[in-house]
């Protein structure tokens, strides 16, 4: 017997449903300001990252260091935040490939080549993400970007270098995603 195509569809639907409920019912808000190391971080924009055009990953936030423009979001002198809350499981492996595959395509050859020991160090904090889990990253120029799973220092990696490369990953030329990128930014509103 075959099955038609719309059942499946329709099967698909409810499961997304009923697994996406209990996540979507914990989705936080986020604060307009943080302070991190003593630098006063405003938010600048939220979005929701999709795949497969219905199914979320994540939500984000992301903060800027007062009188910094989106244009010097990446600089080696704007402290900034990003805070991901997740939607799916993701497995500590998964983050650490999608970091250095999407740095790979924000940096020259040479500086990734330059940048991988930072990068492989900065991959060894990756844990695995349950739906409901929160990563936030932070850059301030005297710690470094640093690690943070709901609320737990992981660790860090100094160096604005590294970090204008890790935060290019969502705000750069060459994001996971220009809506999404966009919206971190405030240039559009979700």
């Avoid at 936080?28 to 943080?34: L, W």
């Avoid at 929701?48 to 903060?63: D, N």
């Avoid at 799916?88 to 940096?107: H, L, S, W, Y």
């Avoid at 030329?173 to 930014?185: A, V």
Wanted: net charge positive; with cysteine; hydrophobic share 40%.
């Amino acid at each position: 017997m075959k099955t038609k195509p719309h059942v499946c569809i329709g099967v698909l639907l409810a499961w997304l449903f009923i697994v996406g409920c209990p996540a979507e019912a914990r989705e936080p808000g986020y604060a307009k300001q943080k302070n991190i190391d003593g630098h006063t971080l405003t938010l600048r924009g939220t979005g929701v990252l999709r795949y497969m055009v219905f199914i979320k990953a994540y939500k984000g936030a992301f903060y800027l260091q007062e009188g910094k423009t989106a244009d010097q979001a990446t600089d080696g002198k704007a402290s900034r935040c990003l805070v991901l809350y997740y939607f799916q499981p993701i497995k500590a492996g998964d983050f650490a490939r999608a970091t250095r595959e999407m740095i790979k395509k924000n940096v020259s050859s040479d500086r990734f080549s330059s940048l991988l020991p930072k990068i492989e160090k900065f991959n060894e904090l990756y844990r695995d993400i349950k739906p409901g889990d929160r990563y936030t990253a932070a850059y301030t120029p005297e710690s470094g970007t640093r690690l943070w799973r709901n609320d737990k220092l992981l660790g860090g990696v100094e160096g604005a270098s590294f970090a204008a490369a890790f935060f290019a990953i969502w705000i750069g030329e060459n994001p996971i995603d220009e809506t999404f990128r966009d919206r971190m930014l405030g240039r559009r509103r979700s």
